[in-house]
């Protein structure tokens, strides 16, 4: 199979905060810096590029940086290699906060020329394979998206793979195996749900003031006749 061209697909299955960012008002400062004032940049966040914020054993905290005074969305990632030692998928996992028995979602990008008929089969160490149906197709690779429950969740902390298989379109017969390294998930999704509660707390702090500064604004138009 044709090797993926690495992206930062964070955000491919949706974002990891349930709450909207772009509806929060920012309140900014008029007042021009020193560094403005003498005719100087500090620069500006690249917003919407890729970051490791943590590594977790086998795991990436990855982040996209967000507008200013918004927190980062993030995810958990791993690349997969072939038993050749060749980059061929991406995984990438997403707490659900809040959802019922949905407790976190997975993307799983695979390239071009997967077999999408073939599915794509999941299973923890020994543990009976579970079956998932390909989403979508883009230039960068197809998509699988996944809901993990509790029980889920808690096969990945316990277990200490998960084998990926994939059929190649050149070869709709074989199944190609990837292995999904377990090493320092616990770690890493403790730490990932940490972060996300945070950055909620953060969100709907903005969306309060956002809120009070509407309706201050509100009671301070002149009334119409």
């Given at each position: 199979?044709?090797t993926l ?5 964070l955000?491919?299955?949706g ?5 909207a ?7 900014e400062?008029d007042?021009p810096s020193a ?8 620069g500006?966040p690249?917003?919407?590029t890729?970051y490791?914020?943590?590594t ?11 507008p ?13 290699d ?12 997403f707490d659900?906060p809040d959802e019922?028995e949905?407790?976190a ?6 390239p071009?020329d997967?077999?999408?008929?073939g599915q794509?089969?999941m299973?923890?160490?020994?543990n009976q ?12 690779g197809c998509?699988v998206?996944l ?8 096969s990945f902390?316990?277990?200490s793979?998960?084998?990926?298989g ?7 017969d074989?199944?190609v195996p ?8 616990t ?6 749900v940490a ?8 969100l709907?702090?903005?969306?309060a003031?956002?809120?009070?500064e509407?309706a201050a604004?509100?009671?301070?138009a002149p009334?119409?006749?």
């Amino acid at each position: 199979m044709k090797t993926l061209t690495l992206t930062a697909v964070l955000l491919a299955a949706g974002l990891a905060f349930p709450l909207a960012a772009q509806d929060t008002a920012e309140t900014e400062d008029d007042t021009p810096s020193a560094a403005e004032q003498a005719g100087l940049s500090l620069g500006q966040p690249d917003v919407g590029t890729a970051y490791v914020r943590e590594t977790h054993g086998d795991w990436e905290m990855r982040c996209i940086v967000s507008p200013q005074n918004q927190p980062d969305p993030c995810q958990l990632y791993q690349l997969l290699d072939d038993a050749e030692g060749n980059p061929v998928a991406e995984f990438n996992l997403f707490d659900v906060p809040d959802e019922g028995e949905l407790v976190a979602g997975a993307t799983i990008v695979t390239p071009l020329d997967t077999l999408l008929t073939g599915q794509l089969r999941m299973a923890v160490d020994s543990n009976q394979a579970r079956v998932y149906p390909f989403s979508f197709c883009q230039p960068v690779g197809c998509y699988v998206r996944l809901g993990l429950s509790d029980a889920d969740i808690q096969s990945f902390r316990a277990g200490s793979e998960a084998t990926i298989g994939i059929v190649p379109l050149q070869a709709p017969d074989q199944l190609v195996p990837l292995t999904l390294s377990l090493s320092g998930f616990t770690a890493g999704f403790e730490a990932l749900v940490a972060y996300n509660a945070e950055a909620l707390e953060q969100l709907r702090a903005l969306a309060a003031a956002a809120a009070e500064e509407d309706a201050a604004g509100s009671e301070d138009a002149p009334a119409s006749e």
